[in-house]
């Protein structure tokens, strides 16, 4: 299988992580969210909240160091951002991969191996999911959505000078809504397919859902055939 990465920008609520895990495991490649922001705890040696406000946005975390002349005060903020390329790069390099946000499709943009994809979706479908994801009302879901969604687009415009909703920057904008989470996970990974000529190994694939009972297994099941069938008319 090709070298390849899937960047996947969303806005919160639409989805996006989830999709993105759908992808990742069907394809049997590594997954990256919040262990990226792991990876940055442990290379910088930081209080692990504070790594966390200057991952979501906010500008100017600032954290306590000792010197000779005693405790002084640094930005973090820029220095989880640089720390960041640098794992995200290395991640890039070591295997293929699918990435969830970081600002990764402007941090990859050299590599010719990268599919960019944005997740969007309309306000009442981003609080309804997050009030079934994380049980809260309607109305703390739509604080959580307003709040989140702008810290990610103050931190993408931080870290970019542009807006992550820029379609320029992007090879698919999909609204989850209308097909819902497995099928835009099944769509996008048709992209992947005619994109890096996969050859998608359908028999581990349908193996794994078919354990977890996975909601998609019907439709990898019609791909395998589907697959087989084309494979026996190539001989």
Do not use: W
Not at 37 to 62: F, I, T
Not at 68 to 74: K, L, M, Q, S, W
Not at 79 to 97: D, P
């Amino acid at each position: 299988m090709k070298h390849f990465i899937v960047n996947i920008g969303c806005e919160y609520g639409s989805g996006g992580p989830d999709i993105g895990k759908m992808v990742a495991e069907s394809l049997g490649i590594p997954f990256y969210d919040r262990d990226l922001v792991d990876q940055v705890v442990e290379k910088l040696g930081v209080d692990r909240d504070l790594v966390e406000k200057a991952d979501s946005g906010e500008e100017n975390v600032k954290y306590e160091f000792d010197t000779t002349f005693g405790p002084r005060y640094a930005n973090l903020t820029n220095r989880v951002i640089y720390t960041q390329f640098e794992v995200i790069h290395k991640l890039a390099a070591k295997s293929s991969c699918v990435i969830i946000g970081r600002c990764s499709n402007y941090i990859l943009k050299d590599r010719d191996d990268c599919l960019n994809i944005f997740v969007y979706a309309p306000e009442e479908y981003k609080v309804k999911h997050i009030m079934e994801q994380k049980g809260v009302s309607q109305k703390e879901a739509q604080k959580l959505v307003k709040y989140n969604d702008g810290m990610l687009k103050s931190r993408y415009e931080y870290m970019t000078s542009s807006d992550m909703r820029d379609c320029r920057t992007r090879h698919m904008m999909i609204d989850s809504s209308i097909l819902g989470l497995e099928k835009t996970a099944k769509y996008i990974m048709q992209l992947i397919d005619l994109r890096f000529e996969t050859k998608i190994k359908y028999i581990y694939i349908l193996t794994k859902a078919l354990r977890d009972k996975d909601l998609l297994a019907p439709f990898f099941f019609r791909n395998f055939k589907q697959n087989v069938k084309q494979e026996r008319n190539d001989i």
